[in-house]
């Protein structure tokens, strides 16, 4: 019946290859976000040089094997739109951001970060930040939470959040290696910590600008799936993996602008929660896919159909921090989105509610 997750370790055998001189090529990875909120990438080589976006040759996939698009027309563009280097080929090699574009010249429908770019661009005075904390919780090869027993349960949570020794925190070395590989490839990842539920972690990306902030955190997310992935271990971003007891997993959303972050800056944090308040449904619509399962009320969070606020509240939608509230300026948290949400669109709606459509 349940068969041990395989170990696998290319580590020591690839280490002679990566030496090996490439001859003034480099590898570029085209990384795209499919229609499961997935990352899927291919790989090609290109002569060695400084690669800006715009420098990079436009590229496709065949959208049909991604359900992004018929078998009749199957061609999505791959439109190079953020360059990192590379941490898992090292080198002059790069990851390369791309957005999907069909063949019509429009974006495709999995394509987010378009709108919300455009979001970004018409309301860059306002200089805008966002911090997402990413929680995530690892599987085993039996989609079981990573660790745990395959028949019951382990001991009830309370030892586990941000939790130190044997028993109380699993594969803490793909936690090391993914906030290495972030750091490496230029990604403002600010932490991580271990989470609430065994098996599951949360990394934060932040303070980032604009669209800066859904770019960086969907290659923090390609490279936890690929780390994990030379782990033996899958990396789901459902929002409630355990139903009962246990902790669902969120994608906090920190956001201040200029002027929440300065003196007197605590109107303008109210005068944009008044405005979440009156697009509740419209945000939780686009928060996420089965967060019904996690906003109950509970577990550290507030229910679905409510829209509520308060300071040090973790059992609200929106959360002010209490040394916010006492300097009188600052920032405020999000709390509704799932960790499955998008960040481009979590980032567009924020800024289309608060500051308007473009
Ligand atoms: P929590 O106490 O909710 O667990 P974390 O420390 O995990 O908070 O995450 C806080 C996030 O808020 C970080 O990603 C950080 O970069 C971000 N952050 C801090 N200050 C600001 C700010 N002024 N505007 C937006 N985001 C911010
Ligand atoms: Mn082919
Ligand atoms: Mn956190
Ligand atoms: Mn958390
Ligand atoms: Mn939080």
């Known amino acids: 019946m349940a068969t041990s997750p395989p170990v696998v370790s290319h580590g020591g055998n ?5 030496s090996l ?57 791959l439109k190079p739109v953020v360059v990192f280097p590379d941490p898992l080929r090292l080198g002059p090699n790069i990851l390369v951001l791309a957005e999907c574009w069909d063949a019509d010249g ?18 860059a005075a306002q200089i805008p930040w966002f911090g997402l904390e990413q929680e995530y919780t690892m599987l ?10 395959q028949n019951g349960f382990p001991a009830p949570q309370g030892p586990y959040y941000c939790g130190v020794g044997a028993g109380k925190v699993i594969q803490r070395d793909i936690v090391e290696a993914h906030y290495r590989a972030c750091l490496y490839a230029g990604i403002k ?56 007891d ?12 200029e002027a929440m972050r300065q003196e007197g800056g605590m109107q303008h944090i109210e005068s944009a929660i008044a405005k979440l308040g009156t697009r509740h449904r419209e945000h939780i619509a686009v928060y996420g896919v089965d967060n019904e399962k ?10 679905i159909d409510q829209f509520t606020h308060g300071v040090a509240n973790r059992g609200a939608s929106i959360r002010i921090p209490r040394e916010c509230a006492a300097k009188g300026y600052g920032y405020f948290e999000d709390r509704r989105p799932a960790s499955n949400a998008d960040p481009y669109q979590i980032t567009g709606i924020m800024m289309e509610t608060i500051f308007g459509p473009v």
């Open 14 to 18: 690839l280490q002679k290859y990566f």
């Open 21 to 77: 001189d490439q001859k003034g090529t480099l590898i570029a990875e085209y990384i795209w976000i499919d229609a499961e909120g997935g990352t899927r990438s291919k790989s090609r080589t290109l002569p060695e040089k400084a690669y800006r976006p715009e420098d990079l040759p436009i590229w496709n996939f065949d959208g049909s094997s991604t359900s992004q698009a018929p078998g009749d027309n199957s061609d999505v563009y």
């Open 106 to 123: 429009t974006p495709n429908k999995y394509n987010y970060r378009h709108e919300t770019a455009k979001l970004m661009e018409a309301h």
């Open 140 to 149: 085993d090869m039996n989609d079981r939470p990573y660790g745990w027993p």
């Open 189 to 244: 990842i600010s932490g991580t910590n271990a989470e609430v539920m065994p098996a599951q972690w949360e990394f934060q990306v932040g303070p980032c600008v604009g669209i800066e902030m859904g770019d960086e955190l969907w290659m923090a997310r390609f490279l936890l799936h690929r780390i994990a992935e030379d782990f033996g271990v899958k990396v789901s971003l459902h929002p409630k993996p355990i139903p009962g």
């Open 246 to 257: 246990w902790n669902g997993a969120g994608l906090h959303s920190n956001f201040s602008t």
């Open 294 to 303: 996690r906003l109950t009320g509970r577990h550290e969070t507030g229910a």
